[in-house]
């Protein structure tokens, strides 16, 4: 079953839907030849359209504390690593060409590490991000690892019967995780998916070049991960020297998998996950949600979230 637009899976479609079946068969495989070996090819292209931060992903650093430490699982280019100077971020990617790019970004460190297993000490962060990576694991159960191995990353806050006897260095509140994922509801986007449309799809990114009849081509790319605003200059061509007159063009296709999630859904995942949303919303054809480490004090799986 085709999603909008009824295409098949096929080069320069702009999305398509995936069978169950398709997911199931082998999720790592699925993964790693339309996700990680996608974002490998794509990487230095893919790096040159991503420059502005989010605007919530910005308050967010810049509400940590002086001297705080922190995670950007799934970093991309690390865009986001040079917004707080007074913090220090581990950044990671399963992209090996995404975390050279991002190594250039100072005194942060950037590894190359999975998502579902995270190479950290458990509740030793006072925060983490994660912006527009967890919808590209195929099944619930992978998508609800990532989200439950960035929590068990957090501190957790120090009851306060016992808080007044410990030293105040000791830690006295929640790490907390900002998470952003591609939502479903994105009617008013140059995609068109909305409610009733298949969540999981395939986004075509187009490389593109022109290239000189006697030279190998360089490439350039288009069509986005992170869900920025609408933007037609996304899909640029090369320039060539002005003396090679005779030029042919050519374009590559590579499809990468999403996971559209719908309302509510993020805040399901996250409750599954063992977190607790503090706060949640939607943003340019996303949505978001500020999580920390579970209480007692959670409302059903079936609500949006809870506030405590």
Same mark, same amino acid.
């Given at each position: 079953?085709?999603?909008?637009?009824? /295409?098949?899976?096929?080069?320069?479609?702009?999305?398509?839907?995936?069978?169950?079946?398709?997911?199931?068969?082998?999720?790592?495989?699925?993964?790693?030849?339309?996700?990680?070996?996608?974002?490998?090819?794509?990487?230095?292209?893919?790096?040159?359209?991503?420059?502005?931060?989010?605007?919530?992903?910005?308050?967010?650093?810049?509400?940590?504390?002086?001297?705080?430490? #922190?995670?950007?699982?799934?970093?991309?280019?690390?865009?986001?690593?040079?917004?707080?100077?007074?913090?220090?971020?581990?950044?990671?990617?399963?992209?090996?060409?995404?975390?050279?790019?991002?190594?250039?970004?100072?005194?942060?460190? %950037?590894?190359?590490?999975?998502?579902?297993?995270?190479?950290?000490?458990?509740?030793?962060?006072?925060?983490?991000?994660?912006?527009?990576?967890?919808?590209?694991?195929?099944?619930?159960?992978?998508?609800?690892?990532? =989200? %439950?191995?960035?929590?068990?990353?957090?501190?957790?806050?120090?009851?306060?019967?016992?808080?007044?006897?410990?030293?105040?260095?000791?830690?006295?509140?929640?790490?907390? =995780?900002?998470?952003?994922?591609?939502?479903?509801? /994105?009617?008013?986007?140059?995609?068109?998916?909305?409610? #009733?449309?298949? /969540?999981?799809?395939?986004?075509?990114?187009?490389?593109?070049?022109?290239?000189?009849?006697?030279?190998?081509?360089?490439? %350039?790319?288009?069509?986005?991960?992170?869900?920025?605003?609408?933007?037609?200059?996304?899909?640029?061509?090369?320039?060539?020297?002005?003396?090679?007159?005779?030029?042919?063009?050519?374009?590559?296709?590579?499809?990468?998998?999403?996971?559209?999630?719908?309302?509510?859904?993020?805040?399901?995942?996250?409750?599954?996950? #063992? #977190?607790?949303?503090?706060?949640?919303?939607?943003?340019?054809?996303?949505?978001?949600?500020?999580?920390?480490?579970?209480? /007692?004090?959670?409302?059903?799986?079936?609500?949006?979230?809870?506030?405590?």
């Amino acid at each position: 079953m085709a999603a909008r637009g009824g /295409q098949g899976h096929h080069p320069g479609v702009r999305d398509d839907t995936l069978t169950e079946k398709t997911i199931a068969t082998d999720e790592q495989e699925y993964e790693r030849k339309h996700v990680h070996e996608v974002y490998n090819q794509i990487a230095s292209h893919f790096s040159s359209t991503r420059h502005k931060p989010w605007p919530i992903v910005v308050n967010f650093l810049r509400d940590r504390q002086p001297g705080a430490i #922190g995670l950007d699982v799934g970093c991309g280019n690390g865009k986001y690593l040079s917004v707080n100077k007074d913090v220090f971020m581990i950044a990671s990617d399963r992209s090996t060409a995404l975390v050279e790019i991002a190594s250039t970004h100072g005194r942060h460190t %950037s590894i190359i590490a999975d998502a579902l297993d995270l190479p950290h000490r458990s509740q030793g962060f006072d925060f983490v991000i994660s912006i527009a990576v967890v919808h590209h694991l195929s099944t619930r159960e992978r998508r609800i690892g990532a =989200l %439950s191995s960035m929590i068990d990353t957090l501190k957790r806050a120090i009851p306060e019967h016992k808080f007044n006897r410990l030293s105040h260095l000791e830690h006295q509140f929640n790490g907390e =995780l900002l998470v952003y994922v591609w939502a479903l509801e /994105q009617k008013q986007s140059r995609r068109g998916w909305d409610k #009733g449309d298949a /969540q999981d799809v395939m986004v075509p990114w187009v490389l593109k070049s022109e290239t000189p009849k006697n030279m190998k081509s360089s490439t %350039s790319s288009s069509q986005n991960r992170e869900s920025d605003p609408p933007n037609p200059a996304l899909e640029p061509t090369v320039n060539v020297d002005a003396s090679q007159e005779k030029t042919k063009p050519s374009s590559t296709t590579f499809h990468r998998y999403y996971h559209l999630y719908r309302e509510g859904e993020l805040e399901q995942d996250i409750h599954a996950a #063992g #977190g607790c949303v503090l706060r949640s919303g939607y943003e340019k054809d996303n949505w978001w949600a500020v999580v920390i480490p579970s209480t /007692q004090r959670l409302l059903p799986p079936n609500l949006p979230g809870t506030t405590i």
